[in-house]
């Protein structure tokens, strides 16, 4: 048997009632194949990344536990991100549905579909302060404290909108 891994999805959402398409994307992550939903931090709401003629987003981070690979997991992703209606315009623009495999256990993985951990998310306050309130004490590969790094990236601009209230 596969063991489980710990797996950390950022998830992101600026059209079509960006907090219920989050929310619908956190109760379909619950129910992926070979995958439990662990944990979810509470909704953010952010300004964008790149350009600014566009809606703020809605942010959150899943902990799931998995059997499925790497590329598996962001197969079931990007599929899930599909059946949301995600459109790739533009790079950095509008969408109904970003899911970022930010996390798989303590793995590095640079391949040309995927990077883990993602490269970006030491740089964003909306992936590493929802991160750090679902789970305080993780260390990245490498060493960094999740805390840390959020702490160094708090903005003004991302605000806490309310906790994650599967009902």
């Known amino acids: 048997m596969i063991p489980l891994v710990d797996v950390?999805?950022?998830l992101g959402s600026n059209l079509d009632e960006p907090a219920?398409?989050?929310a619908l994307a956190l109760e379909a992550l619950g129910e992926l194949p070979l995958t439990q939903r662990v944990g979810v931090s509470s909704l953010y709401a952010s300004?964008?990344?790149?350009?600014?003629?566009q809606p703020d987003f809605i942010n959150a981070v899943a902990h799931l536990a998995t059997r499925l690979s790497p590329l598996a997991l962001l197969d079931q992703l990007q599929a899930l991100e599909q059946r949301h209606r995600r459109v790739r315009q533009r790079h950095w623009g509008p969408r109904t549905l970003d899911l970022d495999l930010l996390l798989f256990?303590?793995?590095?993985?640079?391949?040309?579909?995927?990077?883990?951990?993602?490269?970006?998310m030491k740089a964003r306050a909306f992936v590493l302060v929802p991160?750090?309130?679902?789970?305080?004490?993780?260390?990245?590969?490498?060493?960094?404290?999740?805390?840390?790094?959020?702490?160094?990236?708090?903005?003004?601009?991302?605000?806490?909108?309310?906790?994650?209230?599967?009902?």
Request: no cysteine; hydrophobic share 35%; charged share 15%.
């Open 8 to 10: 950390y999805v950022g």
């Open 131 to 167: 991160l750090a309130e679902l789970a305080p004490t993780l260390i990245l590969p490498g060493g960094q404290s999740v805390t840390a790094l959020a702490e160094q990236q708090r903005s003004p601009d991302l605000i806490r909108v309310l906790p994650y209230n599967p009902g």
């Open 47 to 53: 300004r964008p990344v790149g350009p600014q003629d």
């Open 20 to 22: 219920t398409q989050v």
């Open 105 to 120: 256990g303590k793995q590095v993985i640079a391949t040309p579909r995927l990077q883990v951990p993602h490269p970006e």
